[in-house]
Each structure stands twice: as structure tokens, then as C-alpha cells.
């Protein structure tokens, strides 16, 4: 059975910086274009930012551009989002996702089949 697994995530104040993580087991980690999505109290689930198989094609939210990094390491099955200047709208669950259909990166949550469990990120202004 495949599992996604975050952590990271945390509380930190305005403009400061948090680094997520999301391991995969079950074998299917280099075969996935790998994205990040975080849902709000009361909001809709969002696009953060997206991976290719390679990690030579990347995606970002527009919010998220110049703050956020995406980086994956398939030895280690490990996908990391660094998020800096961090704000307090950044305030959400951050979810990890797989998508193992071919293609580019995906911006829509609807593309991702497999899902992480979660990590709440919490930034105080």
C-alpha cells in the first residue's frame, strides 16, 4: 500500500521560514509528478506548487512565486516545499499529493489521486 507522509510544518511568526517535507513509500515516488496544495478554514483546497518525475519542471501558485521552493530527491523519496517570507494568508494544512498519470504538472487538485494526511502551518503576524 502507498502512503504519503508530511511534516515540517509548525508555527512561526511573519516573514519567517518553515521547510515541509512528504515521504513516499509503496514504490510509486519516482514514477509521480509530486504537488503541494493547502487548504484554509473555510476555504477551498489551493495549488502551492508542482513537480515533474525529473524535477526540471516546476509550478507555483501565483502567491507563491519568489517565496516558495519545490525540490524532491528520488534516492530518498522525499519531496520538500521551503517556504520563506512567510505570511500569515500562508496560514493553512498543507497537503502532499501524487499524481501517476503521464503529463507536465498539474495545477488542479482533481489530477492528484494519492494524498498526504496533512501538516498544519501556522504564521502569527
Known amino acids: 500500500q502507498v502512503h504519503l507522509v508530511e511534516s515540517g510544518g509548525g508555527l512561526v511568526q511573519a516573514g519567517g521560514s518553515l521547510r515541509l517535507s512528504c515521504s513516499a513509500s509503496?514504490?510509486?515516488?519516482?514514477?509521480?509528478?509530486l504537488g503541494w496544495f493547502r487548504q484554509a478554514p473555510g476555504k477551498e483546497r489551493e495549488f502551492v506548487s508542482a513537480?515533474?518525475?525529473?524535477?526540471?519542471?516546476?509550478r507555483y501558485g501565483v502567491s507563491m512565486r519568489g517565496r516558495f521552493t519545490i525540490s524532491r530527491d528520488n534516492a530518498k523519496n522525499t519531496l520538500w516545499l521551503q517556504m520563506n517570507a512567510l505570511r500569515p494568508e500562508d496560514t493553512a494544512v498543507y497537503y502532499c499529493?501524487?499524481?501517476?498519470?503521464?503529463?507536465?504538472?498539474?495545477?488542479?487538485?482533481?489530477?492528484?489521486?494519492?494524498w498526504g494526511q496533512g501538516t498544519q502551518v501556522t504564521v502569527s503576524s
Open positions: 509503496g514504490g510509486i515516488f519516482n514514477a509521480s509528478v
Open positions: 499529493a501524487a499524481d501517476m498519470k503521464p503529463g507536465p504538472p498539474q495545477m488542479t487538485a482533481e489530477s492528484y489521486s494519492l
Open positions: 513537480i515533474s518525475r525529473s524535477g526540471l519542471s516546476t
